[in-house]
């Protein structure tokens, strides 16, 4: 059980970090830094044109992209509402159809292949009528059309953003979301200002700087590498399981060596006293011993890490859609540092009690012994 808690906790944590450090940090993740706004906050600097201009002037600044966001919903055929977000440099999309440009134009989106039972896979290449909420009041609203050309679709599996986003370039995100709220784009940039936005730093050695400035001029600003690396929830837990799980086992076994040998010693006592008078020393009961705790170890070694690399291998599906990152099966396997620790731990754990346990008995008299169990 122990084996298998930390083979499958090995590779849990594994395929995790291999999905964060495939689709985030490789992605540019290294070179960003994110700043967000909060509602309410007036410790944090809002996310206005003006704010952005002066984080775009920040020395070692190369770009900023700020996220808005909205709701694209059904025009001409289908029921779906897609939340709508900017497409940001830390947005690396596994594309299934299609290609995402550098850049989006105003006029172009990406959405997911399938979301909320439609299936957008005809739609790649085609432009498409959308539409989306104007307010004209505080609780009413009428029906605008946009028309965007779909050039790709990504797994829907992925939703960092939530599931169903639509992505579309700033300029379109920032026209949605201030039509939702009743002005125009201008006013709205300038008043309410994005609810975040990712700053692409020139180079990684000075996202500490920039991040410090940052911090500096009032913004909630935090390097990517540093958020993602530390993930809350699944990730924390599963990485602080497989360090837990590696503490547990070591002392599991060698408590189990100790127990078992103690019994075992126990209940063969006679044997031992019988072996020793037809002239077995100790060191060859302790080898018998010992070989019965390794193949016991081994064998629970090998049980545990089967068990465990197969149920991890099996949450890649529901681990996958909890964190957001598409998680590779082969990513999921334990490393061989963790494999060879759940082999080896337990037989080393029962070894140690073996010795332990069997010290006593093997000092006792041996036809002493034998006459009390003649």
């Not at 739609?123 to 539409?131: M, P, Q, T, Y």
């Not at 986003?165 to 949605?176: D, F, N, W």
């Not at 692409?200 to 909630?220: I, S, W």
């Not at 103690?262 to 006592?269: E, F, H, T």
């Amino acid at each position: 059980m122990l084996a298998a808690l930390l083979t499958m906790s090995a590779g849990v944590a594994g395929g995790a970090a291999g999905a964060v450090e495939r689709d985030v940090l490789r992605a540019g993740g290294l070179t960003q830094v994110e700043i967000s706004a909060f509602e309410g906050d007036a410790s944090v600097r809002p996310l206005t044109d003006s704010a952005l201009r002066d984080a775009a002037g920040v020395a070692g600044v190369r770009r900023v992209v700020a996220d808005y966001s909205a709701v694209l919903y059904a025009e001409e055929e289908g029921t779906y509402d897609l939340g709508s977000h900017t497409l940001t440099p830390g947005d690396d999309l596994p594309v299934v159809k299609g290609e995402v440009p550098t850049e989006l134009g105003a006029d172009e989106v990406v959405l997911p292949a399938e979301a909320q039972g439609t299936d957008f896979g005809a739609l790649v290449g085609r432009s498409v009528r959308f539409g989306y909420t104007k307010a004209t009041g505080s609780a009413s609203g009428t029906t605008a059309v946009l028309k965007l050309r779909v050039v790709a679709l990504y797994d829907p599996s992925w939703q960092a953003d939530g599931p169903g986003v639509a992505y579309l370039s700033e300029e379109t995100a920032a026209l949605l979301a201030a039509a939702r709220a009743g002005q125009e784009p201008s006013v709205f940039r300038e008043r309410e200002g994005a609810q975040s936005a990712v700053v692409v730093v020139r180079h990684q050695r000075e996202v500490a700087d920039v991040t410090e400035a940052l911090q500096d001029d009032g913004f909630a600003a935090s390097p990517v590498s540093d958020r993602v690396r530390n993930l809350p929830g699944l990730f924390g837990v599963a990485d602080l399981a497989m360090r837990v799980g590696v503490l547990v086992l070591a002392l599991g076994a060698v408590g189990l060596g100790v127990v078992r040998a103690a019994d075992s010693a126990r209940a063969r006592v006679g044997q031992f006293a019988v072996l020793r008078i037809l002239g077995s020393g100790r060191p060859e009961l302790r080898r018998i011993l010992l070989g019965e705790a390794v193949l016991s170890g081994g064998v629970a070694g090998v049980v545990g890490a089967v068990v465990g690399a197969g149920l991890s291998v099996a949450l890649v599906g529901p681990l996958s859609e909890l964190l957001g990152l598409p998680i590779r099966h082969a990513d999921a396997l334990p490393g061989v540092v963790w494999v060879g620790a759940a082999l080896l731990l337990p037989g080393l754990g029962l070894a140690v009690g073996t010795l332990l346990g069997s010290r006593e008995v093997l000092r006792r008299d041996p036809y002493l012994l034998a006459r009390a169990h003649s």
